[in-house]
């Protein structure tokens, strides 16, 4: 049978109805649990004070003993002091017990019935980060994600390269500081990173975990509450969900790896375009042309000519072109760095101060001229000819 009898001994000060109608009911109330909390202050003062010797005598005890071992002082004065104290011991413990037995006979009251069998106090920083996140600038909170990402990168690829449901929720609750809105936008950057790289297979299991975590704060947003009470009840419903939830969920995955392949593909071009941008700026001629788009505009013979390197071929080609059109593809050629004029002249500048002779004068110590100048002659040469059969066939 179940002892009831500790249940009929219970002091009650608030909840008598049998009083005086000449007494005040709520002061009198009042006054019995003030008198009672004066007398439960007083026992633990009590209790603090037996203590407090028990504690003082156990240390004199064995100071007195350490002497006594080492030969310290009149040896007959020592045994009698801890004759003494250990006296003074056993009474603070028949005192002590004497104490404990009242505190045991009283009735139990409001106060002392019950105890809590455990607190804990916690508070919800991921809310109050919410509300801060929604007044930072763009910036700062750039700047935060590059400290969480750079704190807990390694997790985050943990995270990101698990698979089974049961896996990924445990690691979440164990890491609970994961379950906040710069693991998705970590992840969404990774499998960019993943598609660009052509490891597919590996970017969609990481699109996996970007959305398992993208439900958890889309469930955390419409219930208004802490994401991370929301992991357990995402995990259970997936597993447990219908055919239809399923069908969704996956489908937003498929749609999800769909947009980072655009988007990988977009960063692709950009990159290429970025880097044909530097070749070209880094092949602009002197005029500030770019030679391939200067050669892809000349006439297909002269095009001959430069891949084939003749100067004589070239000099033909430039002496059949009208004289406009000939010194107007010359002059886009030495823009653009295709023709150098006076190039030995110019190899020679930079071969070194030693040779300066023939810097000035070439084999046979005549000056060089410019090849394009050449070309020009000849094209000169060719109008004069042309007109004087003119003259003779009039």
Same mark, same amino acid.
């Given at each position: 049978m179940v002892d009831y009898s500790k249940w009929k001994n219970i002091e009650i000060s608030d909840d008598e109805d049998d009083t005086h109608p000449n007494i005040d009911t709520p002061s009198l109330f009042r006054w019995r649990h003030q008198a009672r909390v004066e007398r439960m202050q007083e026992q633990e003062k009590q209790k603090e004070t037996l203590e407090k010797q028990k504690k003082t005598t156990a240390e004199k005890i064995k100071d007195a003993k350490d002497k006594l071992q080492r030969n310290e002082g009149n040896l007959d004065a020592l045994k009698k002091s801890i004759d003494e104290l250990e006296k003074e011991q056993d009474r603070v413990k028949r005192e002590e017990e004497e104490l404990r037995k009242q505190e045991k006979m009283q009735p139990w009251n409001v106060d002392t019935i019950s105890k809590p069998g455990f607190a804990k106090t916690v508070i919800n920083k991921s809310a109050i980060n919410r509300k801060d996140d929604e007044e930072l600038s763009d910036e700062q909170r750039e700047m935060n994600m590059r400290d969480f990402?750079?704190?807990?990168?390694?997790?985050?690829?943990?995270?990101?390269?698990?698979?089974?449901?049961?896996?990924?929720?445990?690691?979440?609750?164990?890491?609970?500081?994961?379950?906040? =809105?710069?693991? %998705?936008?970590? #992840?969404?950057?990774?499998?960019?990173?993943?598609?660009?790289?052509?490891?597919? +297979?590996? !970017? $969609?299991?990481?699109?996996?975990?970007?959305?398992?975590?993208?439900?958890?704060?889309?469930?955390?947003?419409?219930?208004?509450?802490?994401?991370?009470?929301?992991?357990?009840?995402?995990?259970?419903?997936?597993?447990?969900?219908?055919?239809?939830?399923?069908?969704?969920?996956?489908?937003?995955?498929?749609?999800?790896?769909?947009?980072?392949?655009?988007?990988?593909?977009?960063?692709?071009?950009?990159?290429?375009?970025?880097?044909?941008?530097?070749?070209?700026?880094?092949?602009?001629?002197?005029?500030?042309?770019?030679?391939?788009?200067?050669? =892809?505009?000349? %006439?297909?013979? #002269?095009?001959?000519?430069?891949?084939?390197?003749?100067?004589?071929?070239?000099? +033909?080609? !430039? $002496?059949?072109?009208?004289?406009?059109?000939?010194?107007?593809?010359?002059?886009?050629?030495?823009d653009s760095g295709l023709w150098v004029p006076d190039a030995k002249s110019a190899a020679a500048a930079t071969s070194g101060s030693g040779e300066g002779d023939e810097k000035d004068t070439t084999e046979e110590g005549e000056e060089e001229d410019p090849l394009y100048v050449e070309v020009k002659g000849k094209s000169e040469e060719t109008e004069t000819a042309e007109s004087s059969e003119k003259e003779e066939k009039k």
């Amino acid at each position: 049978m179940v002892d009831y009898s500790k249940w009929k001994n219970i002091e009650i000060s608030d909840d008598e109805d049998d009083t005086h109608p000449n007494i005040d009911t709520p002061s009198l109330f009042r006054w019995r649990h003030q008198a009672r909390v004066e007398r439960m202050q007083e026992q633990e003062k009590q209790k603090e004070t037996l203590e407090k010797q028990k504690k003082t005598t156990a240390e004199k005890i064995k100071d007195a003993k350490d002497k006594l071992q080492r030969n310290e002082g009149n040896l007959d004065a020592l045994k009698k002091s801890i004759d003494e104290l250990e006296k003074e011991q056993d009474r603070v413990k028949r005192e002590e017990e004497e104490l404990r037995k009242q505190e045991k006979m009283q009735p139990w009251n409001v106060d002392t019935i019950s105890k809590p069998g455990f607190a804990k106090t916690v508070i919800n920083k991921s809310a109050i980060n919410r509300k801060d996140d929604e007044e930072l600038s763009d910036e700062q909170r750039e700047m935060n994600m590059r400290d969480f990402i750079k704190k807990y990168e390694k997790q985050l690829k943990e995270f990101g390269m698990l698979r089974k449901f049961d896996d990924s929720k445990k690691y979440l609750q164990d890491n609970h500081h994961l379950v906040c =809105e710069d693991t %998705p936008n970590y #992840l969404v950057i990774w499998c960019i990173e993943l598609e660009m790289q052509d490891k597919h +297979e590996l !970017m $969609a299991h990481v699109a996996h975990q970007c959305i398992c975590m993208q439900y958890i704060l889309d469930i955390s947003k419409q219930l208004k509450v802490d994401p991370r009470a929301c992991v357990a009840s995402f995990f259970q419903r997936i597993q447990q969900a219908e055919a239809e939830y399923k069908n969704q969920f996956l489908g937003e995955i498929e749609a999800f790896k769909e947009r980072i392949r655009k988007r990988a593909q977009e960063k692709l071009q950009k990159l290429i375009e970025e880097q044909e941008e530097e070749e070209r700026k880094a092949r602009i001629g002197p005029g500030g042309l770019d030679p391939v788009e200067v050669f =892809e505009s000349l %006439p297909e013979e #002269l095009q001959k000519c430069f891949e084939t390197r003749d100067i004589g071929m070239l000099q +033909e080609a !430039m $002496a059949k072109l009208p004289p406009e059109e000939a010194r107007r593809h010359l002059q886009r050629c030495i823009d653009s760095g295709l023709w150098v004029p006076d190039a030995k002249s110019a190899a020679a500048a930079t071969s070194g101060s030693g040779e300066g002779d023939e810097k000035d004068t070439t084999e046979e110590g005549e000056e060089e001229d410019p090849l394009y100048v050449e070309v020009k002659g000849k094209s000169e040469e060719t109008e004069t000819a042309e007109s004087s059969e003119k003259e003779e066939k009039k």
